[in-house]
């Protein structure tokens, strides 16, 4: 989005670059309309596949039906799943963006829950069933293939199910994976320099987006020379790589370091939000990993690699929250939850938007994984 200007409309078009301000006023009257657009076409595909499941087996699950609809969703309109997360980016520095942004958020929640309510889903539940689809949405947006979208979500969306119904889950007889774990950590920065420059990097992605990112901005922000960006970092492709490496062992150790405080129930908010309320530049980087991996093919092993990392971190804050049985498909599934539980509250107004989300993290800790306390 940070390549459309009045300019590259009007050589697409081979027409004059005031085109864009002859029809719309600016380009913020031009994306609200483009925004407009893509919004009618992500509510024509909810209107197409709102009725009542049809032609159901008799053993088919809730687990079953969201696995069919989100891979249908992935699968028909991955692309605008991308543009509306890049819509729904340049909403918080677009004003004009942000009442249709908060609409689509709402009807996507709306969508999901009700179709937890049709098949006979809690009240409970039902929040976070929609959770899940939002959290699942956003990790595999930028994930072609539907066969490992497939194999990702079905384990844990089955895995809900069973905690939801209080059912014991059959545990991961084969050992955690560490290996994307640990070789994320094994590319983490090495020395004051190097630090400083992956963390001005991943904050002017995360207030501006990586494609409004340069190695001279991070220069000046992380106060070294251009000289010594280019050193560590050859090219610009290099450092946004490395950059986002870097993020996923910040997160890995902010969310141990949570996980230590054991009466921090639902305490969660504070690794999604600063203290006004606004997302913390992390979280905001990590969406922004997710639109660029949908474009660019050669970060999707870094976008991989964090998802399979998830479950050999988070899984230390459910032990030490009491959940004995807890294992790394559970991490996966608490954080993709939490994850899907913060998009929907992402145009909340600032105030109230930390408590919404902390309501709903506790919601999802007491229904999903309370059964799990101390079973053995």
Known sequence: MSALSARSLGDKLNASPSSMNYHFGNRDGFLEALQQRALAQSEAWRLAHGGAPGDVAPWTTTADIFLALIQARLSETRRLQLLLLEFAAEAEVCPKLVADARMEAEADDRFWSGLASRVGEGEDAVAIWSDMAAGLILNFSSEQAPSVRGAWMGGALRRLDDRLAGRTPSP???????????????????????????????????????????QRQVAAAAGVSLAAVTYFYRSRADLIAAAFSALHSDLRSQVLDRASAPSDRGGLGGSVFDRDGKFDWRVSATRELMILAGRDRSLINIVQDIRAGHGATSISLLQRKGVADADQLDAFVLSTLLRGASERVRFMPAATRRQIFETRAGRILASVFEGGRDRR
């Open 172 to 214: 991961i007889t084969q050992p955690s994976d560490l290996t994307a774990a640990a070789r994320l950590e094994s590319q983490a920065p090495h020395g004051e320099t190097a630090a400083r420059i992956l963390t001005a990097a991943l904050q002017i992605i995360g207030e501006k987006g990586a494609a409004r990112m340069s």
